[in-house]
T-cell receptor, first 113, second 115 residues
Framework: GENVEQHPSTLSVQEGDSAVIKCTYS??????FPWYKQELGKRPQLIID?????GEKKDQRIAVTLNKTAKHFSLHITETQPEDSAVYFC????????????FGKGTSLLVTP | GAVVSQHPSWVICKSGTSVKIECRSL??????MFWYRQFPKQSLMLMAT?????????EQGVEKDKFLINHASLTLSTLTVTSAHPEDSSFYIC???????????FGPGTRLLVL
């Protein structure tokens, strides 16, 4: 089945710096790669996603890149702010379970003022 | 984004009792919903895929007789934890797939504590 690896597990940056989180996946059939932000005790919130026919997508301070040949995709957050502090999960799908997603283990991002 | 609700938001129950959790898509129809479990500081683990009008598909290692799933309408899926035990204590999150947007949206989660 699909295996999604996510690095780093923790990331600490200073406010205003950029943050990059990387994920790799194993199933070449995967074609949908969303990123979720989860604050403590809350639901994961979709922040950006990319599909396999696109190499890069940007939404204000957030961008995602996809390299299908290498089977990896990355989340880039520029001009980080303290409110960006949260756990970020990458995911890949579809899976053998249909449209279900396989999630990475998460990256705990801390943005210090 | 689309709205998914989940009820209850938290529940405390005695060991051996059953607990039902509801997941609703409020502004779209979801033929497919998913149930995840999340332990503290860990990732989301898929438990089962819930398909409207048919049997749920369970992931390996998830007991279908213990975690009963019903998806009777296009906007509602329920997860019943039967004969709950302390090791079932966890954060249960559902998600619903919006087929038009081809995206999943998560419910707010249900925190279950079994004493």
């Amino acid at each position: 089945g699909e295996n999604v690896e996510q690095h780093p597990s923790t990331l600490s940056v200073q406010e205003g710096d950029s943050a990059v989180i990387k994920c790799t996946y194993s199933d070449s059939a995967s074609n949908y790669f969303p990123w979720y932000k989860q604050e403590l005790g809350k639901r994961p919130q979709l922040i950006i996603d990319i599909r396999s026919n696109v190499g890069e997508k940007k939404d204000q301070r957030i961008a995602v890149t996809l390299n299908k040949t290498a089977k990896h995709f990355s989340l880039h957050i520029t001009e980080t702010q303290p409110e960006d502090s949260a756990v970020y999960f990458c995911a890949a799908g579809p899976t053998n379970s249909g449209y279900a997603l396989n999630f990475g283990k998460g990256t705990s991002l801390l943005v210090t003022p | 984004g689309a709205v998914v609700s989940q009820h209850p938001s938290w529940v405390i129950c005695k060991s051996g009792t059953s607990v039902k959790i509801e997941c609703r898509s409020l502004d779209f129809q979801a033929t497919t919903m998913f149930w995840y479990r999340q332990f503290p500081k860990q990732s989301l683990m898929l438990m089962a895929t819930s398909n409207e009008g048919s049997k749920a598909t369970y992931e390996q290692g998830v007991e279908k007789d213990k975690f009963l799933i019903n998806h009777a309408s296009l906007t509602l899926s329920t997860l019943t934890v039967t004969s709950a035990h302390p090791e079932d204590s966890s954060f249960y999150i559902c998600s619903a797939r919006d087929s038009l947007r081809e995206t999943q949206y998560f419910g707010p989660g249900t925190r279950l504590l079994v004493l």
